[in-house]
Nanobody, 121 residues
Framework: QVQLVESGGGLVQAGGSLRLSCVASGSIYSIHVMAWYRQAPGKQRDLVAVIEVGGMPNYADVVKGRFTISGDSDENTVYLQMNNLKPEDTAVYYC???????????????WGQGTQVTVSS
C-alpha cells in the first residue's frame, strides 16, 4: 500500500514563502504523475500544479510565476515552492500521485491527507 505524507504547511504573512513536500512510500514500481491540489473552505478541490515524469510542469493560472513544482524521482518526492503568497492562497493543500506498484501494475491514484496553508493579510 502506498502512502503520501505532506509537510511544510503553516501560517505565513502575505508576500511570504512556504515550501511543501510530499513523500510517497510503499512498494512503488513507477510514478507517472505527481501534483498538488488545494481546497479552500466551501470550495471545490482545484489543481494547483502538476508534473509528469519526463514532462514539463503545468500550473493553474492563478499561481503561475509564483509557485514552482519539482520532483525527485529517486526519493519519490514532490515539492511545491510557493512565493509571494496571497490571502487567497489559503487552503488545504493535497498531494496527488498516479502510480503503479509491484502488486498492482494498473496505474491508480493516491491522495495525501492534506496540509493547511494560511496566509494572513
Amino acid at each position: 500500500q502506498v502512502q503520501l505524507v505532506e509537510s511544510g504547511g503553516g501560517l505565513v504573512q502575505a508576500g511570504g514563502s512556504l515550501r511543501l513536500s510530499c513523500v510517497a512510500s510503499g512498494s512503488i514500481y513507477s510514478i507517472h504523475v505527481m501534483a498538488w491540489y488545494r481546497q479552500a473552505p466551501g470550495k471545490q478541490r482545484d489543481l494547483v500544479a502538476v508534473i509528469e515524469v519526463g514532462g514539463m510542469p503545468n500550473y493553474a493560472d492563478v499561481v503561475k510565476g509564483r509557485f514552482t513544482i519539482s520532483g525527485d524521482s529517486d526519493e519519490n518526492t514532490v515539492y511545491l515552492q510557493m512565493n509571494n503568497l496571497k490571502p487567497e492562497d489559503t487552503a488545504v493543500y493535497y498531494c496527488y500521485t498516479l502510480l503503479q506498484t509491484y502488486r498492482n501494475t494498473v496505474p491508480y491514484e493516491v491522495w495525501g491527507q492534506g496540509t493547511q496553508v494560511t496566509v494572513s493579510s
